[in-house]
DNA sequence: CAAGCGCTGTATCTTACGATACGTTTTTTA
DNA sequence: TAAAAAACGTATCGTAAGATACAGCGCTTG
């Protein structure tokens, strides 16, 4: 049983009240700074009193709270003195903490942006900018949620924008409203929807710009795609990831809010008005 | 001219007497620790005087000590977050391609799994492989397609999981049917929904078990839950990420599936039959 | 070599930080 | 449901830690 601080917390964390256990969330989220500041400080940010920081240190088993603080330093000149934690190898001892699924993951975002270029990204935005085109967003069963983020933060920052949610049928009715200028961003890997593709197809019958985000296998839509984004999905679960989408999603919005700057904040300041 | 500490250091050691300079390469040799201990400390370690201390940090530029000790806590957080910045360089390789906001998130993702603990995946696992436990899942503006992704797949691989969806008083009358041994999921990240707060307060009152996912900087929810998952929301833009919490969610709904693995496949298959 | 200036340490003071006693509220158990 | 136990916060206290005044010493310079 190694006496590191944070070791300990998980270890007694169950035992503790829930006072103490504030402390001690509070104190992981932010390891080990709040535990170098004052009690008060820490008290504050755990939003406890001072006491309840001080049994939770007399918990962990420290007679006074510089003893605490010592160790946490001791810690951390450990910590700093490492080579290990230099250079960005991957850390030895923490490997096998970390799922492998994790690990994976990290990989596909990275792998994702490899094969997605500056100019590419520097498209879509465009397309998204223009201000007179109506913006459609939609997603398969496990890939909704990440158009629906979208569609969340581009309803801030421009109009026109519209999740389709639902049946097939409700987006079809949708189709007459689309036109050559419109853009509709579709999330779809695989297995893939056959309700997307019929909807993809029909999109693109009336000329509308889609822009689709799917796996590396691509999905059918791809056939009728102004541009594809290809994130990769495969991680050692039984389950496909999304996260490199979501990823390229903020990633998107993060740049368009940027493109539209000045009149995004315009949007903005108005809507907060009208609270 | 960033007023990173040591830098401030390397930039005056030349004008420094003898006695603060002993002070200065002190601290330089064990950076930062000894400049997070007392005075008192400090200075025998450094083979000088406190007073000589003091001077050295007023010359620095800083009122006291404690306003010295802030900024290199402060600094430390900073570097804690981002061991990119470590030897303080910047990042060498692929910049320009990678726009910086998918590094910084890359970063958060690491960031956040380094403050999960293994056991406390596992209680969490645990808590949603109670077959007889109801799971209800919300979240705020941003982050309820998160909660959404976690209830599509949730839903698969066990039963009694409800998303909840709409207004503030749905979600309320729902409260009705959770009890002690169910588990709520709430994903909160500033600026925090005081909707949410009300709810996890009531939930809360009739026992439930609540997991809050948030920020580094805890919502005020986290004083009902029974475990909560900080993860990393900064990145250079003006909007948060959650692609950390949406990491953790991935792993959690893969631990489950692991976890429930006999059980779930025998759901899964009765599923296919039913299409 | 002597005089002046500046740096440093000792001693003292003051503040604010950690510790604790106690009353109130909440939770548990009979 | 009531009684007992535990936990938490408020208010207060003692002390340790940072700040300062001042004297001694060394170093530089004329």
């Known amino acids: 049983m190694a006496h590191g601080v944070a070791e300990l917390i998980s270890d007694r964390i169950d035992t503790m009240p829930a006072g103490e256990r504030r402390a001690a969330q509070a104190l992981v989220a932010n390891y080990p700074v709040i535990g170098l500041k004052t009690v008060a400080e820490f008290s504050q940010a755990a939003g406890v009193s001072s006491p309840t920081i001080l049994r939770f ?9 510089p003893e605490f603080q ?5 810690e951390l000149a450990a910590q700093l003195q490492s080579p290990a934690s ?11 903490r970390t799922p492998a699924t994790v690990e994976a993951t990290l990989e596909n975002i990275r792998e994702t942006f490899r094969h997605v270029s500056a100019k590419q990204i520097a498209d879509i ?4 900018a223009q201000p007179k085109a109506d913006v459609f967003l939609v997603g398969g069963r496990f890939t909704d949620p990440v158009a629906r983020y ?6 801030i920052i421009r109009p026109r924008v519209q999740h389709l949610v639902g049946q097939e049928s409700n987006w079809r009715d949708r189709l007459i409203d689309m036109g050559k200028r419109d853009v509709v961003m579709i999330f779809d890997i695989r297995r893939y929807q056959e309700s997307l593709l019929r909807f993809a197809e029909k999109a693109h019958q009336r000329g509308v710009h889609i822009i689709l985000f799917t796996d590396q296998w ?3 839509i791809a056939r009728f795609a102004r541009h594809v984004v290809a994130g990769r999905t495969a991680v050692p679960s039984p389950w ?10 903020e990633m998107l919005i993060g740049e368009l809010t940027r493109r539209l700057e000045s009149e995004s904040a315009r949007r903005i300041r108005e809507m907060e008005n009208l609270r």
């Open 240 to 249: 496909d990831s999304s996260a490199a989408l979501f990823v390229v999603a």
């Open 70 to 74: 010592a160790a946490l330093q001791d």
């Open 125 to 128: 935005v465009a397309l998204l």
């Open 57 to 65: 240190v007399a918990r962990l088993g420290f007679q006074n709270y």
């Open 86 to 96: 230099r250079a960005g190898q991957p850390q030895p001892s923490r490997q096998g």
């Open 218 to 220: 691509l999905s059918p």
């Open 150 to 155: 979208m569609a969340a933060h581009l309803t």
